[in-house]
């Protein structure tokens, strides 16, 4: 239990509760219903119920625990003592990541005109170099980092992958911030294609990796 609230998890703590609060303060002035997904062309194509506020708050308190329930039933747990700040550092990030989307639900919600086409490559491109960046970090495990049979059996094959995919997705993150400036359609699917490259070049990468030093 005490594990729950140290000194790592405090700052998903803080963001769970911040979006807990703002919730609870923005429930009684929301319609019936508000906008829970948004098509290519940046428009709504799916309502909930204004329940779903509460959607943030909920995924974030789940981090937590699971933060703490994958390392403890990973047969490699001891490996998560080598990369805790990451290993958090990652799990307050969709934390933030889940309070922005409340923050635009909200905004939108009561008339802001906002474009989510060009705020989502915004936020993914971020989130791409963010991972990028302490992906290199992360040691061998059954749940965190790319999981493929070739990494989970060499710990030389698992570091060498995940050094490259760093690297591979901090270019990628900032290719899809640039592709902002592109226009609405273009963006749709150039950011489903670099996607679909950046899933399939650590799973080319595991594999030539393993072949090579496996």
Do not use: C
């Not at 509760?17 to 319609?31: A, D």
């Not at 997904?37 to 308190?61: K, M, Q």
């Not at 791409?128 to 290199?136: A, E, Q, S, T």
């Not at 999981?147 to 760093?166: C, D, I, P």
């Amino acid at each position: 239990m005490k594990k729950l609230f140290h000194q790592y998890n405090r700052k998903i703590w803080i963001v769970f509760l911040i979006t807990l609060i703002v919730g609870i303060i923005v429930f009684p002035k929301l319609s019936g219903k508000i906008p829970l997904h948004f098509n290519t062309l940046g428009e709504v194509d799916r309502y909930g119920s204004r329940w779903t506020i509460f959607l943030a708050p909920a995924i974030n308190f789940l981090m937590i625990l699971l933060a703490e329930g994958l390392r403890k039933i990973d047969p490699k747990s001891d490996s998560y003592q080598k990369f805790e700040s990451q290993y958090y550092n990652m799990m307050f990030f969709v934390g933030l990541l889940m309070g922005g989307m409340q923050l635009f639900t909200i905004a939108y919600t009561f008339g802001y005109e906002l474009n989510i086409t060009r705020i989502m490559p915004i936020i993914m491109g971020i989130m791409f170099i963010f991972l990028g960046n302490i992906m290199p970090k992360f040691k061998h495990n059954y749940f965190v980092g790319i999981k493929t049979s070739w990494t989970l059996a060499s710990e030389k094959v698992w570091y060498l992958t995940h050094r490259f995919t760093g690297k591979v997705w901090v270019l990628g993150g900032i290719v899809v911030l640039l592709s902002t400036f592109l226009p609405v359609q273009a963006i749709a699917w150039l950011f489903i294609a670099i996607i679909i490259i950046l899933v399939l070049i650590p799973l080319g990468a595991s594999y030539y990796f393993y072949r090579k030093f496996g």
